[in-house]
């Protein structure tokens, strides 16, 4: 029997993340193109699982990877347009039913580069003023009393 592998994703300025949960998988196969993957394996009951994703923009397949561990195979997918936020996984525009984000792991980064640029402003800013001392006191005033 056929079936798909419940899907975790979430998207990263340089990555795509997807987790297929399947527990004591074998015969894991990942195909990974520049717009689509395929993710085929056995499951602990001998069940095919097998899940097409026509991606939403495209990937660069040879900087793509894949990790398996006991309880899922987790896939890198790199971005060919970085640091552009995928609004969805998919090409089309309706979720399947066993997609879903990760929201775990998911991160509004559009808006960090913003807040990067302002932090670092700010630790310019006080490095200069720091560095900018002016001249030293002058210790005219202080009296011989030792």
Request: charged content about 40%; hydrophobic content about 35%.
């Amino acid at each position: 029997m056929r079936q798909p592998a419940k899907t975790l994703w979430y998207d990263r300025a340089k990555y795509v993340f997807l987790e297929f949960c399947v527990e004591d998988s074998k015969d894991v196969k990942v195909d990974i193109e520049k717009e689509k993957l395929v993710f085929r394996c056995m499951n602990a009951d001998g069940d095919e699982i097998y899940n097409e994703i026509k991606l939403y923009d495209t990937v660069q397949p040879s900087d793509s990877r894949e990790k398996r561990s006991d309880r899922s195979i987790t896939c890198f997918l790199r971005k060919v347009r970085e640091k552009k936020a995928w609004p969805r996984l998919t090409k089309e525009n309706h979720k399947p039913a066993w997609l879903f984000v990760d929201f775990d792991n998911w991160r509004d980064w559009e808006g960090d580069e913003e807040s990067e640029m302002a932090q670092m402003e700010y630790y310019a800013d006080m490095i200069q003023k720091v560095s900018n001392k002016g001249p030293p006191p002058a210790m005219d005033d202080l009296d011989d009393e030792l």
